[in-house]
C-alpha cells in the first residue's frame, strides 16, 4: 500500500505532505474493491464517508492542528462496534439493518485522533467463532492461502490488515479473537488489561470478558494504537483509571536498552502436556532462542487449572451472552420475522430470534440460559465462577515468580474452511492457550513467528501482569527489530 | 373456624432523583413519549449504564429511616425477561445484596412494629399504552430507568387496617426524606400484596397468592379482604388455596388468577458485569446521617413539646413536608407558632383545597405570613384585613406592607378621626339610636357595622364598641 507497511511510517508521511489523506484512503479503498469476492473481509465500506473523513482530516492537519502520529492513516474497525450513521450488523442477519446513533468511545477516539475509518469487517455473528465461518454474510478467506480460515472472531480484521487493504485495525477479544486470528494471519495484536480500553458502544457478548484491543502488522504500529484506545470513560463503569505497575512488579524496573534489550527479564515458558502441531512447537523453541538472545532468561512455567479454563470460560461467556443478546427482540430495531400469523409476543420474540440468529448464536444462548436457569445455576454458573477465582489466583501467583509468560496462540495453524464447525467441542477446546487472559483480564499479546509447511503463519503469545501492556508491546517491538515481521504478498507470494 | 389474615407488602417508590439511575437522561413525569431516553435507557446495543450516586444517596436515607443494615457492598444483579416495554430484556436490580435489610416501621398509635426484610434498589420499565381504536400497544419508554426502591415487609401485618396504615406511615417518612413525591396516581408508589390466610391461633403460614401492581389505597384496601374472604370461603369448602398471581379487578370489585406458581418464570438472575459493586463505607453513611431530614413521628413530638401544639393541629401539620416546613418558619420568623399554625391551617388549606392542589404547589413566602401574623398582633390590622391582605400575599406574591397600605387597610388607630365617623354615624340612624336607648340591643350591633363600613374595615372593632357605648351613653 503505497508500499508502506507500517502505519507510523504513511503517518509520517502524511504529516509530511508526501502522501495527502485522500491518497491513502483511496488507494485502500481501492484494494478493497479488489480483494472483494477473493476475501470477504468487509461488511460495509461506504465509500463517500471514507472520502469525506479523509477531506476533514486533510482539512485539520492544512491548518496546523497537531491531530497524532496517525493521522489520515485508514483505519478497519470490527463490525461489532458501533459507528454512528454506519450500518454495525455484528455478522448477524438480526442487526444486517442496524445503523446505531451513537460512536462507541473508540471510535470516537480514533475521529478524534484523525484516523480514516475505511468501513467495518467481517466477524464471526456477535463474535461467537473462531474461524469467520459463522458471520451471516459469508466465510472470510485467510489472504495467506484462501482456503483456510483466518481466525476469528475479529478474521475481518485480520485478514483486511495481512493482505495490506489497511495497515491497523481494531478487533475484539472475548476468548482470544483479536490474538488467534492475528496468529493465524501474521499479525501482532494486543488483549488489553480488561478495563483499560472502553467499552462503551462495543455490542456486548460477554460483558466480563470483551475487551477491545489493536491489530497490526507490527508491535509499533500496535503500540501507536494502543495509545489512542486506552485511557478511562465516564461512560463504561469496568473502565479503570490508569493504573501504574504495582511497585513489587519487577517488569516495572526494566527498561530495555542496546543489545540485549531485554536482559532481566524471566520469561516462563507454559509447560503444557497437550498436543500441539509441529509447526507451532518450532515456533516456540525459535521464540525461546529469540528471547534469550535478547537477554531474557527463559524457564519452563507448569500452569494448573488449563484444562478446566476452558469450560469455566463457556460456562461464564454464555450465560451473559444470554442475558446481553435477548435485547434483540425485533421490537425497536433488528430483524423482524413475518408477524401475519404470529399468535402472541412470545410466538413473536421465538419466531424472530430463531430466524434472525444463527446456528452458534442460539447454540451459546441456550447454553447460557441453561447455566442460569434455577436448580443449575450453582451447579454452572457459580461453579465456573469458582474456577475464574482460582485460575487468577494461579496466573497472579506465576506472574509474581516470572515477568512474562510465552505460550502458543493457538494447537494449530489456521485450518481449511469447513474443518471446524463439524465439531464445536474441538472448536471451544482451541481457545486452550487464549482464554486465560479473558478470565483473568490480564494482557497478552499475540506475536508472529514464522510459518508451517503450507506457508501458514504462526503466532506465540506474551502474557504480562495488570497494566503491562505498554511493556509488553515494547518487548513485542525488540523482538520484532531483532527480525522483522514476514508480510503475505498480495498475490500469494510471500515476501520480507 | 375464624380465619386470620397474614400479609406481606413489596412497595415499589420511585424516586425522585433529577435524572435517571444509570444515565443523565431526566425524570419528569408526563412528558411526550419517548423524549426522555438515551441508548443506555433503551438499551440500544452496546450501550452501558453509570450508577447515579444520588440513587445510592436516597436509598440510604430509606435505610437509615427504617433502622435497616445497610450492606457495606452492594451490588446489582440482572432479572432477566422478555417484555416490550423492558428494552433490554432484563431489569437492572438487586437480589443477592441488596442495600439495607432487616429494618423495621412502627404502626401508628403506639401499634405493633412491622418487620422489613429488605429495601434494594432496581430501575423501572417502560410503559405499554393500548390504544383500542387503532387496535395497536404503543411502547412509552420515558420511564425507563427511574430510579425505584423496592421495600419489601415480612407477612407481620394482619388486616387490611394494619395494612394501609403501614403503607400511610412509610409514606409519610418518604415524603419527609424527601426521596419520593409518593403520588399513587402517577404510579410512583405502588404495591404488590402477598395474602395468606390461617386458622386463628395456628403459627404456621398458609398458602399465598399476590395481588400485583396496585396503584390505590382504596383498591389495596379492598383488595386484602376480598381476597381474605375467597381464601377463608375455600378453606371452609375444604379446598386449598394454590399459589398463584392474581390481578385486582377494581370495576368488578374481585381478583383474579393470572398465572400459578407452575407457570412463574424463571428469572435467571445473576450479577449485572457492567456495574462494579458499589462499597458503601462509613464516612458515607455519615454524610447522608448528618443531613437527614426530620421525621414525621420527631416532628409531631417536638411541635407538641416545642410549640405546645395540640395533637390535632400535629396530625395536621405532619402530613405534608411543604406545609410544615412553612409551619416551622413561619413559626419561627413570628414567634408566634400558634398563630401559624392557625394561618396554615385555615386560610392556606381551604385555599389549596379551593384549587384542587398540594400545599407545595403554592407559593407562599413564610416571611410575608410572618408579618401579617406581626400586624396583627400589632394591632395594625383587624382579622378581616388580614384575610383580605392574606389573599393578596397567596394570589400575587404580594408585600404584606405594601398590601395593606395600597388596599388602604391599616387600622384606623387616630381617635379623632374615629370620633367623627362614629358621630356621623349616629345622626345618619336616628331610628336605630331610639331603638338602642328604648333597650332593644341589638340596634348596637348594627351601629358597630355601620361604623366599621364607613372607616373602610380599618377600625379596630373593640374599640369601636367602647367608643360607640361611650358616646351613646353621654349624649
Ligand atoms: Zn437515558
Redesign the interface.
Known sequence: MLDFNQAAALGQAIAARQVSVREAAEQSLKAVACQKTKLNAWITVDPDQVLRQADDVQRRIDQGEAVSPLAGVPVAVKDNISTRGLRTTCGSRMLADYTPPYDATVVARLSRAGLVILGKTNMDEFAMGSTTETSWFGPTMNPWRPGHVPGGSSGGSAAATASGQVLLALGSDTGGSIRQPCAWCGLTGLKPTYGTVSRYGLIAYASSLDQIGPMALTAGDCRILYEILAGPDSRDSTSLPDSPLPADCKLKAWTGGAGRPLAGLTVGCLDDAAPVQPAISAARAAAIRQLEALGASVEPLAMPLLDEAVPAYYLIATAEASSNLARFDGIRYGYRPDDADVADIGDYYARGRSEGFGREVRRRILLGTFALSAGFYDAWYLQALKVRRLVCDRYAEALRRVDLILSPVSATTAPPLGASLADPLAMYQSDRYTVAANLTGLPALALPFGQDSQGLPVGMQLTGPSFSDRLLLAAGEHIQSAQPVTHCAVDGEVSA | MTYETVIGLEVHVELATRSKIFCACPTDFGQEANTQCC?VC??????????NRAVVDFALRACLATGCRVSQVTRFD?K?Y?Y?DL????QISQLHQPIGLDGCLDLPDGGRRIRLREIHIEEDAGKLIHDPWEDVTL?DYNRCGVPLLEIVSQPDLRSAEEALAFLERLREILLFLGISDCRMQEGSLRADVNISVRPAGSEKLGTRTEIKNMNSFKAIGRAIASESRRQAEWLRQGRSVSQETRRWDENKDASFAMRSKEDAQ?Y???PD????AVVIDDAWIERIKASQPELPAAKRQRYQAEFGLGDYEVSVLTTDPALSALFEQTARLSGRPRDAAAWLMGEFLQAVKARGSRPDELTLDPAALARIIGMVEAGELNRTAARVVFQKVLDEGADPDTAADEAGLRRMDDPHALRQVVHAVLESCPDAVLDYRSGKRQAFGFLVGQVMRRSGQKADPQQVRDLLKATLETD
Do not use: C, E
Open positions: 441508548p433503551m438499551g440500544l446495543p452496546g450501550a452501558l449504564p453509570v450508577l440482572r432477566n422478555f416490550p428494552p433490554k430484556a432484563y411502547i424463571d435467571r438472575y445473576f458485569p457492567d456495574l462494579p
